[in-house]
């Protein structure tokens, strides 16, 4: 289930197995409830992958991760697939806001056809041709291989077979947001992993943040770094006058 929102009963704060949990893993229990509910934990793409976006939006390192993994296991919140346990229970289908404008919609037709019987449907092999076919285009998914053209194709084909799932998982994403996935848009968001190195972090932030675009990682240290060799550098010049007599 994809959705903007899922249910926490209020008994969240005094359950005798949550509050077992530090303050902080229970921090980490809520964010792997959100990644369920955003579809993040149920994305078919690789288990190295998974565990990347995992950690990312944990805020951990794999090895804590793991650590938190155990914790979370052992209090049988969790499987070892990350799933949530008794997600089902707390989770209606009726939560979904697609699902009840699916039904809202069939219901309204069934009126509408109760309404008018005289109504000639000579057309309805025609009709439901066409609504098979915008079916098909809607559930399409977007990918490389589909969108653009040539050149990014081989640039697509020079990457990692992980990277290559990765990338084609942001694109689902796009497609989720609504956004324009042009053979343009695809090329530039292939230069910019290029131009990094193919950083897959840049990619995983991506998809974690739900952004519209690749963003470079920014290199927080430069500015510290540039401090503290100005620093050195002033250390070593007195230093050296000290040394000749000349203060």
Known sequence: MSNPWFRLH??????????????????HYIVILCMKCDGTLDREISLSNRNRIIC???????????????????????????????????????????ERSRKSRKNKEIKSVAATPNISCSNAPEAEAEAEA???????????????????????NNLT??????FNDYLALRKSLKLKTTP??????LNTYEKNDHDPEI??????GNWKDFYPIKEFGNETTKANNKQTAVGEAQAYLESVGAV
């Open 161 to 166: 077979d992980d990277d290559k799932v990765l």
């Open 56 to 98: 990312r939006g944990l805020g951990l390192d794999q090895e804590k991760a793991e650590v938190v993994k155990k914790i979370l296991l052992g209090l049988k919140l969790i499987d070892k697939k990350w799933q949530p346990m008794g997600w089902d229970k707390r989770q209606y289908k009726s939560d979904n806001s697609t």
């Open 203 to 208: 990619i995983e932030r991506a998809i974690t």
């Open 134 to 156: 915008e079916a098909e285009a809607d559930n399409k998914k977007e990918t490389v291989e589909n969108t653009c053209d040539e050149s990014s194709i081989l640039k697509f």
């Open 10 to 27: 209020h008994e969240f704060y005094k359950d005798p197995v949550i509050q077992c949990l530090s303050s902080e893993n229970q921090r």
């Open 184 to 189: 343009r848009i695809i090329n530039r968001l």
